[in-house]
């Protein structure tokens, strides 16, 4: 066994290897950018190296600095992680020739599942089933629109190289194509440095299943059971639980003999995941499909290893090291249900936009490390309270990790635990993944890819904390921080009673008023005390008698006529933000004084709604553009972002060039709204 390996990732990936390497009594390094200097995964190892600057190809996809510092620290072996260069043939080739163990597959089998392509050519000799498609090395646009056309709509074009999410698009119609093709081959290029795409049928009602594989040096194979990937946006994952819902035991031993046969014709060793698509049918029916292999370690692993009781990358560092599978297929069983939900900083109810900021608050539900994967909630995070989300890298802020006895009881596990979770500081996807949750088609397991836009409905611009507890929970804060301040005493123990903030008052009611603004419209808020010690809170005329109560946890008890909620009330600024068990929400306490003053936002301005990269202009300066016309690109965040015209009118001023860095809020260009 290693006694020193390099981990050549960050954030949650990094912290997730070195926790078990610490239990194996392994020693690690960790590299690092200028953005992570101060990064969790930083102290979470043994040593730390600098590797240069925070865009990744600075940084940590500099494989021949990686190596270099391998060397000199003495590391024997280096674990990739997932994701940067997990799956990188050349990198694994460098590691071998400086006599380091890439704690991976072999520089072949990543070669041949690394190109879609190839791979479905590859399986479809090993008998593997594939959708009907094109997979040809001709990327010539027109014979491309012509093998789409002869497909038949809908098709989906994919990066070949790609993965992620990235690099794919989904066409319902042919006079679409050419569009879509030039917009995945330019994400494509960017993102992987290759702009090869191939095309496939897009399954109608497709489930996504996978399957998770390990291989040793000796020849030995086995599929840890399934897990299903079909809740997503953007074509990138959210939520991922294993057992598949509805799976037979037949269905999985069809699928994880499929998925065996795939990495035996690749003579693949160590952890890797082959995903398939599955269709259903009426009926029940349900066929599967290759859709391609992951040669490294999935983001949604834990599932796997809290209904197996086994930690994967033990796995990888024993069979890395030359060791057999730890267990062989017939000693693998399936215990309970889990569920994974990738908490990201996002905002679900603006198309997903990726967030940037600091974790302000990063309040986590009672949980385990992965090594108590029976415990039924388990974190794995990469951040800490105070640690910034910047737009180098992805926008995950964590894994939560959930299991039960039953998918029932991991559903409600997951819901309890999300509604513990509070951040504060960025926008994030937490209340969006308990809609999701809780809606109807995926607590009756009614799952496809196109589960998020069919519930819709039920899971965009969802408030579940309307605005009479909101208000009552921030001026039950205030009351309760007030009266903290107010019983402060000086070193003689006396107590200021000008400072006191008990109402009372010699003859009539106490009556106090506090502006508030919930979802951009201004409130009026009343609280009137009377001497029998109620309090009596009016809200926009809707009156009734307010108590709060300070509870053990930091939470208020708080009651507003028949609403009652424990809440977590944070307050940043002017804005409170209300966690209660329901939901949560955002209100604003307006105080005059300080906003006198303040004037209009300027018409006219479209401003970049993060910092990235200008990609392209598709206007100059002159030009007249109609309301929801694209004017500009931007690349942030692993990701492309088209800025429309608000309105109708004409350009005044392009402000920046294609390539250039911008930050949020830069005004990207001037445009004459039409009267």
Not at 439 to 459: G, Q
Request: with cysteine; aromatic share 6%; proline share 4%.
């Amino acid at each position: 066994m290693f006694t020193k390996i390099l981990i050549a990732n960050r954030g949650e990936i990094a912290c997730r290897v070195a926790a078990t390497a610490a239990r194996m009594a392994i020693r690690t390094v960790a590299v690092y950018s200028d953005a992570d200097a101060g990064a969790k995964h930083v102290q979470a190892c043994d040593e730390a190296v600098h590797i240069g600057g925070s865009a990744p190809k600075d940084s940590y996809l500099r494989w021949e600095k990686i190596i270099e510092v391998a060397k000199a620290t003495g590391a024997q072996a280096i674990h990739p992680g997932y994701g940067f260069l997990s799956e990188n043939e050349d990198f694994a080739r460098a590691c071998a020739k400086a006599g380091l163990v890439f704690i991976g597959p072999p520089p072949s089998a990543i070669k041949d599942m690394g190109l879609k392509a190839e791979s479905k050519q590859l399986m479809e000799r090993a008998g593997v089933p594939l959708v009907p498609g094109y997979h040809g090395a001709n990327q010539d646009p027109v014979l491309l629109q012509a093998e789409a056309d002869r497909i038949g709509d809908p098709v989906l074009i994919k990066a070949s190289a790609g993965g992620g999410g990235k690099g794919m698009r989904a066409v319902d119609k042919s006079e679409d194509f050419a569009s879509a093709l030039a917009s995945c081959k330019r994400e494509a290029i960017n993102s992987f440095g290759d702009d090869a795409v191939l095309i496939e049928k897009y399954v109608q009602r497709p489930r996504h299943i996978e399957i998770q594989v390990f291989g040793d040096t000796q020849g030995n194979y086995v599929y840890l059971f399934e897990r299903d990937c079909s809740v997503q946006r953007r074509h990138q994952k959210v939520l991922e639980e294993a057992p598949a819902p509805g799976m037979t035991p037949e269905m999985r031993a069809q699928m994880g003999l499929a998925a065996v046969a795939a990495a035996r014709a690749v003579n693949y060793v160590g952890a890797g995941t082959v995903e398939f698509i599955v269709e259903q049918r009426d009926g029940g029916e349900m066929n599967f499909f290759f859709m391609e292999m992951n040669t490294r370690l999935q983001v949604e692993h834990p599932v796997t290893e809290a209904i197996t009781g086994q930690d994967l990358v033990e796995w990888q560092l024993r069979v890395a090291s030359g060791e057999p599978l730890p267990l062989m297929q017939d000693q693998l069983k399936i215990h309970g249900h889990a569920i994974e939900a990738r908490i990201c900083a996002e905002n679900p109810d603006n198309n997903f936009l990726p967030a940037t900021g600091s974790l302000h608050v990063y309040g986590l539900p009672a949980c385990v490390t992965f090594e108590r994967a029976d415990a039924g909630v388990r974190v794995d995070s990469g951040v800490r309270e105070g640690d910034t989300i910047s737009p180098f890298y992805d926008s995950m802020v964590a894994k939560l990790i959930v299991h039960g006895s039953s998918r029932e009881e991991a559903l409600a596990r997951l819901d309890t635990a999300l509604a513990q979770t509070h951040i504060v500081g960025l926008n994030t996807n937490v209340q969006f993944l308990r809609h999701v949750t809780t809606s109807p088609s995926f607590a009756k397991a009614n799952l496809d890819t196109a589960l998020i836009p069919r519930e819709a409905d039920v899971l965009f611009n969802q408030e579940k904390v309307g605005l009479g507890l909101a208000a009552a929970a921030l001026v039950a804060r205030t009351l309760v921080d007030e009266q903290a301040l107010a019983q402060r005493r000086d070193a003689s123990g006396w107590i200021d009673p000008w400072a006191q903030r008990d109402n009372w008052r010699s003859h009539g009611p106490s009556v106090r008023s506090f502006a508030m603004q919930f979802h951009e419209q201004p409130h009026t808020v009343q609280l009137t005390a009377v001497h029998d010690g109620d309090a009596l809170l009016r809200v926009d005329g809707d009156e009734a008698v307010l108590r709060y109560q300070a509870l053990a946890n930091g939470a208020l008890d708080v009651a507003w006529g028949t609403q009652r909620a424990a809440c977590h009330i944070y307050k940043k600024g002017d804005v409170a933000h209300v966690f209660a068990a329901q939901g949560a929400t955002q209100i604003i306490a307006i105080d005059a004084l300080a906003h006198a003053g303040d004037g209009q936002v300027e018409g006219g301005r479209l401003t970049a709604p993060m910092p990235g990269k200008v990609v392209s202009f598709a206007v100059k300066a002159g030009d007249a553009v109609k309301k929801g016309q694209p004017l500009a690109v931007m690349e942030a965040m692993k990701m492309e972002h088209t800025i429309a015209a608000p309105a109708d009118g004409t350009v005044a001023e392009v402000l920046f060039a294609p390539g250039d860095q911008v930050t949020e809020g830069s005004e990207l260009l001037r445009m004459e709204v039409a009267a």
